[in-house]
């Protein structure tokens, strides 16, 4: 898979993507990532990519044309565009798995206040936030969207099939995790952690899930009385 970034701070981006899990995936060839600075793209002599609203009000907006000659210049018939924007469809889990499919994706960071809308409505696939707040630019989302597809790519995690048990893979939030001291200041490690009884322990995380998802998002399994049904079986038997 491969990323290419528009954005007036490719710096920044890169900062985050190539240290650690993503970095390193990145060295290894698991994933490709471009950094494209929007002002390379400019006509402007003096590099300019912003102007004012027509119309009045508030900042500036990021000019149509550097954003255009930055995607023609960089896409391909396989590009899927994507503009980070508070606007767009909120990022989950599941939005995540089918961008896992595309063979590349662009992004635009956009800063300021945003990009024109003739480039959104025209040259843009899909718009996405990652959440209902707005930040000064796009960078960090963007950053969010590649890390989140990123782990999803073989080879990218160290353990293949690390990511199935967690929290939004699937409907239920993922069970509590516990490493060693066995007891830190007095608080213990379930017992049944230890009991090396690897059946028992996949039901009680399944019973924790289930729990963890009932106490902190009961909206995910809102109507979902299947699972309450599960929930109080798995009660019953652990308390006994
Ligand atoms: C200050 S924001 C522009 C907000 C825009 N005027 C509005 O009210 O919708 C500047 C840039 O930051 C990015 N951005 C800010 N908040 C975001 C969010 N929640 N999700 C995704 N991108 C965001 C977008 O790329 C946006 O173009």
Redesign the pocket.
């Known amino acids: 898979m491969k990323f290419k970034l528009i954005s007036l701070f490719p710096e920044m981006l890169e900062s985050i993507l190539s240290v650690s899990i993503i970095g390193r995936a990145v060295k290894d060839g698991k994933l490709e990532i471009e950094y494209i600075q929007l002002r390379d793209y400019s006509e402007n002599k003096h590099k300019k990519v912003d102007d004012y609203p027509y119309g009045g009000g508030p900042?500036m907006l990021?000019k149509p044309e550097p954003v255009y000659n930055a995607l023609l210049q960089n896409r391909s018939q396989n590009s899927k565009v994507i503009?980070?924007?508070?606007?767009?469809k909120n990022l989950t889990q599941s939005i995540v798995k089918s961008l896992a499919e595309e063979e590349e994706i662009i992004i635009?960071?956009?800063?300021?206040?945003?990009?024109d809308q003739r480039i959104i409505d025209n040259y843009v696939d899909e718009s996405?936030?990652?959440?209902?707040?707005?930040?000064?630019?796009?960078e960090?989302?963007?950053a969010v969207l590649v890390d989140s597809i990123a782990r999803m790519l073989p080879g990218v995690l160290s353990g293949e099939e690390s990511f199935i048990s967690e929290s939004h893979y699937d409907i239920l939030l993922e069970h509590p995790q516990y490493t060693r001291p066995q007891e830190f200041m007095g608080h213990k490690v379930p017992d049944i952690l230890l009991s090396g009884n690897h059946a028992e322990i996949e039901k009680w995380r399944r019973f924790k899930s289930i729990e963890h998802t009932i106490i902190y998002r009961p909206d995910l399994i809102d109507g979902r009385d299947e699972l309450i049904d599960e929930y109080n079986k798995l009660k019953k038997y652990f308390s006994k």
């Open positions: 900042g990021l503009y980070m924007s508070p606007k767009g635009i960071a956009g800063h300021y206040e945003g990009l996405i936030s990652i959440g209902e707040y707005v930040l000064t630019g796009g960090l989302p963007a």
